[in-house]
């Protein structure tokens, strides 16, 4: 694996596991995630996963999950 790099070619993440939500659709409109070996975690766009992928630390996953576990993203669909 090269240097991983926010907006890196998703293709270019080999020997990760992407996952995604069992609530995703099945036409492919979802968000995947996987634990990078360097202990981060990139997401990409399951319609596009030779896009980029978004490269985040394990702690800014913490605090958007923790804030959207709180509701504070609840007002981005309305």
């Known amino acids: 694996m090269e240097q991983i790099s926010n ?3 998703a293709d270019l993440l080999t020997d ?3 996952r995604k939500s069992r609530y995703s659709g099945a036409v492919g409109n979802c968000v995947e995630v996987a634990q ?11 319609r ?9 630390t394990r702690e ?7 804030g959207a576990k709180d509701g504070e993203f609840d007002n981005v669909l309305h």
Do not use: C, D, H, K
């Open 7 to 9: 907006g890196m070619s």
């Open 48 to 56: 596009f996963p030779s896009g980029p992928a978004l490269v985040y």
């Open 16 to 18: 990760v596991q992407w």
């Open 36 to 46: 990078l070996p360097t202990g981060e975690i990139a997401m990409r766009n399951s």
């Open 60 to 66: 800014e996953i913490a605090a958007f999950l923790a």
